[in-house]
C-alpha cells in the first residue's frame, strides 16, 4: 500500500484557517485520499475525500497537489471542537471491501 | 439512518480469560464490517474484516477471532487474553461494493487485560 506522512502535530488558534498537510509521493493513480477525524476516546470520524481535483464539503476542503504527492486538508475556521487527531490514508486501487491502513495521524491542538 | 452499536463500553479482563466483544449495525443490509485495535498512543490496527455472513479476513496473526454469525453481527473473540491485548477495540461499517467508500465506525469498546 502506498503510504502516507504526516506532521505529529500541529498548534492553532481558534477562529483561525488550518492547513493540515499529508504527503503521498507514492501513490497510484487509482487511489484516493480520505481524511478522517478521531476526537478523544471515540472512533474516527469521516471528513472529506477526493482524487483529483479539490473538494469541498460542509467540515473541510481538501486540496490536492497537481502531481498528487501531496494534499492539504483545510479547516477554515477552527473551533476547540476541531481538537482531534487527523489521519491522511490512502484507499487501494480499485477500493472494495479491504479495511483502512491508518498512520498515527497528526494531532491538531486547538488554543482558545 | 444508520447506526452501529458495540458492547460493553469498557471492560476489565484477567490474564488468561476469555474475550466475546460485540457488534451490530442497523439500518443497512449486506455490510462490509470491520474490527480494529488502537493500542494505547498508537494508530489503528485492522483486524478482521468480513464482506458477508461466515466470511472473515484477517489482517495481523494473533490469539484473536472473529466471526459474523448473522448478516449485521460482527463477534470479536478469544479464548485467553494476554496482557498485549488491551486497547480500544473499534468496530466500523462500509457499504458494499463501492470503488470510494466511508467507513463509519461505532463507540468502541476499552479494553484492559490484568
Known amino acids: 500500500d502506498a503510504k502516507t506522512t504526516q506532521p505529529n502535530s500541529m498548534e492553532s488558534n481558534e477562529e483561525e484557517p488550518v492547513h493540515l498537510p499529508c504527503n503521498h509521493s507514492?501513490?497510484?493513480?487509482?487511489?484516493?485520499i480520505h481524511w478522517y477525524r478521531q476526537l478523544p476516546s471515540q472512533g474516527p470520524e469521516y471528513v472529506i475525500h477526493?482524487?483529483?481535483s479539490n473538494v469541498n464539503n460542509r467540515m473541510a476542503s481538501l486540496a490536492i497537489a497537481e502531481d498528487r504527492k501531496s494534499s492539504t486538508l483545510i479547516l477554515h475556521r477552527a473551533t476547540l471542537r476541531d481538537a482531534a487527531v487527523y489521519y491522511c490514508?490512502?484507499?487501494?486501487?480499485?477500493?472494495?471491501?479491504?479495511?483502512?491502513?491508518f498512520g498515527k495521524g497528526t494531532h491538531l491542538i486547538i488554543q482558545p | 439512518s444508520q447506526t452501529i452499536h458495540q458492547w460493553p463500553a469498557t471492560l476489565v479482563q484477567p490474564v488468561g480469560s476469555p474475550l466475546s466483544l460485540e457488534c451490530t449495525v442497523e439500518?443497512?443490509?449486506?455490510?462490509?464490517l470491520y474490527w480494529y485495535r488502537q493500542a494505547a498512543g498508537r494508530g489503528l490496527q485492522l483486524l478482521f474484516y468480513?464482506?458477508?455472513?461466515?466470511?472473515i479476513s484477517s489482517e495481523v496473526p494473533q490469539n484473536l477471532s472473529a466471526s459474523r454469525p448473522q448478516d449485521r453481527q460482527f463477534i470479536l473473540s478469544s479464548k485467553k487474553l494476554l496482557l498485549s491485548d488491551s486497547g480500544f477495540y473499534l468496530c466500523?461499517?462500509?457499504?458494499?461494493?463501492?470503488?470510494?467508500?466511508?467507513?463509519?465506525f461505532g463507540p468502541g469498546t476499552r479494553l484492559t487485560v490484568t
Open positions: 466500523a461499517w462500509s457499504d458494499l461494493p463501492g470503488y470510494v467508500y466511508e467507513q463509519y
Open positions: 507514492t501513490i497510484s493513480g487509482t487511489d484516493y
Open positions: 477526493g482524487l483529483t
Open positions: 490514508i490512502l484507499s487501494k486501487s480499485g477500493g472494495g471491501a479491504d479495511g483502512l491502513t
Open positions: 439500518g443497512t443490509s449486506n455490510p462490509n
Open positions: 468480513s464482506v458477508g455472513i461466515g466470511q
